[in-house]
């Protein structure tokens, strides 16, 4: 095994005992939300109506009941909340609740909201609805995979599930096209027709309407819809209709509204990041982007008219303090002006002088990072934690990091089993 193998082996160890939360005993008390490995856990029913809170507030927003937006506040609420359950103690079981409650909630709302308005309709007024509720359902699914972001990272990819998009594009698929399919296609094909006897028809609508078939049938439809449509209706259209479709462009025509990332804020706005403590942070735009999560806050919000931006941060002002410092570091060496050379040099020399702190604040950076999705301050911190305990058993590890396993006999097995 190289270096590179047993670095990332070790990190990959090391994040899941920070999943299973196991408790880092100290003399001194921590102070920041994200850096206390906490003894109790909330439950499913004490977390879930926080986040139904903002699903109720996103789909009354969609149905143009509310016109308020979300805050940068209530972002990191959300985000924070879903990350502090699915890092406690039974942080797999707690991530799974989440993801079966996610999907739940879209089911919920398509068969509440979004079939009922497409009963009984048909031809060009089905489409248009139908055109309607995909692309509201792209701008809840965009902003609820941000809130839930944090199963992406992790749980997702380790049970080998469908991505947050992907499950939400399947309930589509599943609910939508299950009820629906054949008189969408009977209302693509009389358009058509409509067009071969000379009349004019809203191209764009059929084109957009095709585009759905082909974004879901990325994910779990083996023959596009137009193959379909072929296939079905061969005898009659002898081959015409197959031309017209071979000579449209299937585009997505995702509405600015839905692109949450097409209004860049200025690099000349300061972003300023409150800690735990009620400290602030004020730190250049390209800074704040170092981390993903604070990138996406901010890409998620971008109609503010101030010279500034408000993110609060479940961190201390101890490890808020350090996390700028190393993205102010690197945001300087990444700058073009930057000597090449001292970059290459003197970062590599900084950075070890950086990480070169105590235990307790070595795992605090994991954690911080963690929270932050910075994956290069994690990388760091984590070899680092890798080069100590390079050669130990798991007891030497343990008792050199005062590493104390509170699990109960059902948990231990619950954690391994799942695991």
């Not at 809203?202 to 193959?227: C, F, P, W």
């Not at 509405?255 to 730190?283: H, M, Q, R, Y």
């Not at 981390?291 to 109609?303: A, F, H, L, Q």
């Not at 030497?396 to 391994?416: A, C, L």
Request: proline content about 2%; hydrophobic content about 35%; overall charge negative.
């Amino acid at each position: 095994m190289n270096k590179y193998q047993y670095l990332r082996l070790t990190l990959s160890l090391y994040l899941l005992l920070l999943s299973l939360e196991i408790v880092v005993a100290d003399s001194e008390p921590m102070n920041s939300n994200m850096e206390e490995c906490k003894r109790t856990s909330k439950s499913f029913e004490q977390v879930w109506p926080l986040l139904q809170t903002a699903v109720d507030r996103l789909i009354n927003q969609i149905e143009g009941v509310d016109n308020t937006s979300f805050t940068s506040q209530e972002y990191m609420s959300y985000y924070t909340t879903v990350y502090e359950f699915c890092t406690e103690r039974q942080g797999n079981k707690n991530s799974k609740l989440l993801y079966d409650q996610y999907k739940k909630v879209f089911e919920e709302y398509i068969n509440s909201m979004v079939l009922p308005s497409l009963r009984g309709k048909e031809n060009e007024l089905l489409l248009r609805e139908l055109l309607r509720r995909w692309s509201n359902h792209k701008i809840m699914t965009s902003w609820l995979l941000r809130f839930f972001h944090f199963l992406d990272r992790y749980y997702i990819p380790r049970r080998q599930l469908p991505s947050l998009e992907e499950t939400s594009f399947l309930s589509f698929h599943d609910l939508v096209f299950d009820e629906m399919n054949k008189q969408v296609v009977e209302a693509i094909l009389y358009m058509i027709d409509q067009e071969r006897a000379g009349k004019l028809i809203d191209r764009t609508l059929v084109n957009n309407t095709l585009a759905i078939y082909s974004k879901i049938g990325q994910i779990t439809i083996k023959s596009t819809a137009s193959e379909r449509i072929i296939k079905d209706n061969a005898a009659f259209y002898s081959g015409g209709l197959s031309n017209w479709i071979a000579s449209s462009c299937f585009k997505d025509d995702t509405t600015k509204e839905e692109k949450l990332n097409d209004n860049p804020i200025a690099s000349s706005k300061k972003i300023n990041l409150i800690s735990s403590d009620g400290d602030v942070f004020e730190v250049d735009y390209a800074v704040a982007l170092m981390s993903k999560t604070i990138r996406d806050v901010i890409e998620s919000n971008p109609g503010s008219d101030t010279d500034s931006i408000n993110i609060p941060v479940s961190l201390s002002r101890e490890m808020l303090g350090k996390v700028t410092e190393y993205c102010k570091k690197h945001t300087e060496a990444s700058n073009s002006n930057y000597d090449e050379y001292i970059s290459n040099v003197d970062l590599n020399d900084w950075d070890a002088k950086f990480i070169d702190v105590d235990h307790q604040t070595l795992f605090n950076l994991v954690l911080s990072s963690n929270y932050l999705n910075m994956q290069s301050l994690l990388d760091l911190a984590s070899n680092k934690i890798a080069d100590i305990i390079k050669g130990k058993t798991p007891e030497e590890i343990r008792k050199f990091f005062n590493i104390k396993d509170e699990f109960t006999p059902e948990e231990q097995e619950f954690s391994w089993d799942d695991n």
